[in-house]
């Protein structure tokens, strides 16, 4: 009858239309990516304890809202650049003064260096700080470790694209972990799978990246996962 023969050429259909796009994932419309060969990371607030105000240190400088910083300093000129510079060397020297290592870090470092997997830092602080960290974690085989000082600066993805290159990966195949809004825009540009590492002030930033964390020792067990890409047509 044509009952039965509608029934199953719908169901025939669907499976079809299932196979294709898994509806039954909560990770529908995403692609999906078979292993993790790299890791980059943010550093202030990532792998460290958030130790500067970067609020009230724009409030020092007289940015914007809206205005990047960095891009802020840029457009400054003579002893107006120089006193920007100084106040913004004063909060990262007392970031340093300050610096607490992120929970965790040693085991996800031991981790990726037991499953030879390589990581970098991609950071908008200074190479002095970047220094500093690496004395304080004495964690000292970084594959690239990117101040400032490589430009242009996130959340351009050039940084995060220079460090798949040396790494000779595709970008899907690297984890780009970081706790800000630069971070993840870095990373979805580039092409990484997005880690935000929540902390009490970036909870609104969560359904930008790819998967959230509260902890640096989770994103172990994100590694030993299929990992998915969300689609940016979503």
């Known amino acids: 009858s044509f009952l039965p023969f509608f029934l199953s050429s719908f169901c025939l259909k669907f499976l079809l239309i299932h196979e294709k796009t898994n509806l039954f994932s909560p990770h529908f419309y995403m692609s999906k990516v078979s292993r993790i060969r790299g890791c980059i990371f943010d550093m202030d607030g990532t792998l460290t304890i958030p130790a500067i105000d970067f609020g009230l240190m724009r409030q020092s400088l007289g940015v914007p809202i809206g205005v ?24 990262e020297r007392e970031g340093r003064k300050n610096l607490e290592l992120q929970p965790g870090l040693e085991t996800l470092f031991s981790f990726l260096t037991q499953e030879n997997i390589p990581y970098s ?25 990117l101040s400032r000082d490589f430009v242009p600066v996130k959340p351009s993805p050039d940084g995060a694209l220079h460090i798949c290159r040396g790494y000779n990966i595709e ?6 972990v970081g706790d800000g809004k630069d ?48 689609d940016e047509a979503m």
């Open 171 to 176: 970008p899907q195949e690297c984890l780009f």
């Open 183 to 230: 971070d993840i825009a870095a990373g979805k540009a580039a092409g990484n799978i997005t880690v935000l590492l929540l902390n009490d002030k970036n909870h609104n930033l969560s359904e930008l990246a790819d998967y959230s964390v509260t902890h640096l020792a989770e994103v172990i067990d994100l590694i030993k996962t299929e990992l998915v890409q969300k």
């Open 68 to 91: 990047d910083t960095l891009v802020f300093l840029e457009g400054l000129e003579g002893q107006e650049r120089q006193k920007a510079e100084e106040i913004i060397h004063h909060y």
């Open 121 to 145: 830092i991609l950071t908008r602080n200074s190479q002095e700080a970047i220094d500093h960290f690496i004395s304080v974690s004495k964690i000292t085989d970084f594959r690239y470790a």
